[in-house]
T-cell receptor, first 115, second 117 residues
Framework: GAVVSQHPSWVICKSGTSVKIECRSL??????MFWYRQFPKQSLMLMAT?????????EQGVEKDKFLINHASLTLSTLTVTSAHPEDSSFYIC???????????FGEGSRLTVL | AQSVAQPEDQVNVAEGNPLTVKCTYS??????LFWYVQYPNRGLQFLLK??????LVKGSYGFEAEFNKSQTSFHLKKPSALVSDSALYFC???????????????FGAGTQVVVTP
């Protein structure tokens, strides 16, 4: 199946700093990517939909100024957690839609720990 | 509105025994149904999907699932479980009648499968 790469896999940062997570579709073009947040032993919570060349669509309750999403190309979307705080510590997962396959492919996830 | 229920938080099974993970769903139109597996600190891996056609769908790693429209269920099964099947399993559904609704793929709460030697 198609491959979606997420980087970094693990990141530890100090409170107040910003962290950028990249999501790349390696062997297909993804006009739409999705960002999720997952708490321990819980399901995925959709944060936002990232559309290439346009503004992201955020789900209710997700602060768009805190979680900046950029989808600059058909193979790359980035999530920037700005002024991170300990409560932002979580597992963040991206997915990309392959139009040809008609399904979603998921990245390996990024574990963010804010000290 | 669409929803997915995975009634069991955890399923315990001995290696070699059959494994079943339950999933029921609710959508307004016809469903597209999916099963994913997640290992610790990893993303989701696609197992199988039902779009249309045969109700019995075969997927990766020997897993299969049966779509039952009357019972609105899509239970995941494996005839003989392996210790390596121990992981978190997610059922997901989206409404086929809604255009471009991939962002509204609804995930169940997940079922932890523990396979003991």
């Amino acid at each position: 199946g198609a491959v979606v790469s997420q980087h970094p896999s693990w990141v530890i940062c100090k409170s107040g700093t910003s962290v950028k997570i990249e999501c790349r579709s390696l062997d297909f073009q993804a006009t739409t990517m999705f960002w999720y947040r997952q708490f321990p032993k819980q399901s995925l919570m959709l944060m936002a939909t990232s559309n290439e060349g346009s503004k992201a669509t955020y789900e209710q309750g997700v602060e768009k100024d805190k979680f900046l999403i950029n989808h600059a190309s058909l193979t790359l979307s980035t999530l920037t957690v700005t002024s991170a705080h300990p409560e932002d510590s979580s597992f963040y997962i991206c997915s990309a839609r392959d139009r040809g396959a008609g399904e979603l492919f998921f990245g390996e996830g990024s574990r963010l720990t804010v000290l | 509105a669409q929803s997915v229920a995975q009634p069991e938080d955890q399923v315990n099974v001995a290696e070699g025994n059959p494994l079943t993970v339950k999933c029921t769903y609710s959508v307004s139109g016809n469903p597209y149904l999916f099963w994913y597996v997640q290992y610790p600190n990893r993303g989701l891996q696609f197992l199988l999907k039902y779009i249309t056609g045969d109700n019995l769908v075969k997927g990766s790693y020997g897993f299969e699932a049966e779509f039952n429209k009357s019972q609105t269920s899509f239970h995941l099964k494996k005839p003989s479980a392996l210790v390596s099947d121990s992981a978190l399993y997610f059922c997901a559904v989206r409404d086929a009648s809604t255009t471009d609704s991939w962002g509204k793929l609804q995930f169940g709460a997940g079922t932890q499968v523990v396979v003991t030697p």
